[in-house]
Structures are given as C-alpha cells and as structure tokens.
C-alpha cells in the first residue's frame, strides 16, 4: 500500500487512463493522496506567434478542468498540469513531491520507442521510487 501517488496522465484518443486510475485507487492506503499530472509540451518559439492569446489560455483551463474531474473519480485526489518535456517533467516533478509509487500507462512500443525511448521507458529507468507500468 501507497501513501503518496503520483499518476502521469495524456490526453491521447488512443490512451485509456482508466486502469491506471482503478490501480491507483487499488494500491493506495485510505488516506494516501494520488495526483494527476498533465505535462503540456512547450510550444516551440517560431509557432507561438501563430497561436491566439486566448487558445492557450482556454486549453490549459480545458484540460485543468478534464484533470480535475478525473481526480474527482478517486479519494484525496488532486490534478497538477505542468509546462515542459514529459519524461523529463514528470521526474523533476517526482523528485520535488516524493511520491512513493509512480503508475504509468505505456502503449506498445514501436520501433521508434525502442530507438528514441518513450516516457515510459524513461520514468522507469530514472524514477527514485516504485513504477507500475500499465499496458
């Protein structure tokens, strides 16, 4: 049982968070707090410019909203989004919080992933606690 859970969370069509958080919920002690993190990749300079003022605004209010209502499904739950690189975002993340068990969702990789290395792969070779993968 885990007292501090830290869940990474990407709005992806194709990504079913829904056992992540079942597996959360399942592994947390009663009074364990479980957050739901959101990394937003920056947008790179030269695209910025391109992009309304009011459109970034609304999309981190949308998918602050869409954290929280998820979070809303689990006990002692809280949505966090951050800005920056996944991988590297949610270990800075990690190691600033202390969480004492990280669960990830990893889709199958392809051979770009077993070139480049996925989020996934690189929260488990670098996290400085417990990881559960979910497929």
Known sequence: MYNNILVPIAFEAERDVSGSLKLAQLLATPDARITLLHVVEHIPAYAISYIPPDYLTEMHNGLKADLD???????????????GHAGRSILDWADEHHPDLIIIAS????LQDLLLGS????????ARCAVHVVR
């Open 107 to 110: 889709h199958r990789p392809e």
């Open 69 to 83: 209502a998820k979070a809303a499904e689990l006990p002692n739950a809280s949505g966090v989004l951050i800005e």
């Open 119 to 126: 989020t996934a792969a690189k929260i488990v070779r670098h």
